[in-house]
């Protein structure tokens, strides 16, 4: 089972960024978080960064020839991409969306998701937990759907 892994703008300053909101884990430490999660279910995780819109959709569409899910932190681009949002559409493997704070309990605009009517879940607001949270949910719709 193979899982790709997108983080959107701005997740590369994890653990300087906004500390308050999103945690002091860098990167790195979220990433080791979802390799080792991943390793302990069988599931390799293939795990990308980009603050570069169409970087993300052509992640997206080039995980449709080899994942068997997407796990999606848009990042900014949650609240206003349509081209994330065709793209997720576009794929038939299922995408489970993922914030590190609780979205729905900041600001209004941060309420709106484009990209979670077309993922097949929304996990928000348990910090770097989200992310294997995330992973282990996929599993189980992988599982599922075999
Ligand atoms: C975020 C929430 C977004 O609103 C914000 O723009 C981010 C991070 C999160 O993980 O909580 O960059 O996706």
């Not at 959709?57 to 349509?82: E, L, M």
């Not at 600001?107 to 910090?127: D, H, L, N």
Request: proline residues 3%.
């Amino acid at each position: 089972m193979r899982i790709c892994v997108l983080h959107g703008p701005n997740l590369n300053l994890l653990g300087g960024r906004e500390p308050d909101v999103y945690g002091r884990l860098t990167l790195e430490d979220v990433n080791a978080l979802i390799s080792s999660h991943a390793e302990s279910l069988g599931i390799t995780a293939s795990i990308q960064q980009s603050n570069s819109e169409g970087e993300l959709v052509d992640a997206i569409q080039d995980a449709r020839t080899w994942a068997d899910a997407i796990v999606i932190n848009p990042g900014a681009y949650t609240h206003y991409s349509i081209a994330l949002r065709d793209a997720i559409a576009a794929v038939d493997i299922p995408a489970i969306e993922v914030h590190l704070s609780n979205i729905h309990s900041r600001e209004e605009f941060r309420k709106i998701s484009v990209t979670a009517p077309v993922c097949a879940g929304q996990i928000a607001g348990f910090g770097a937990n989200s992310y294997t949270l995330a992973i282990s949910a996929a599993k189980q719709l992988i599982e599922s759907r075999e």
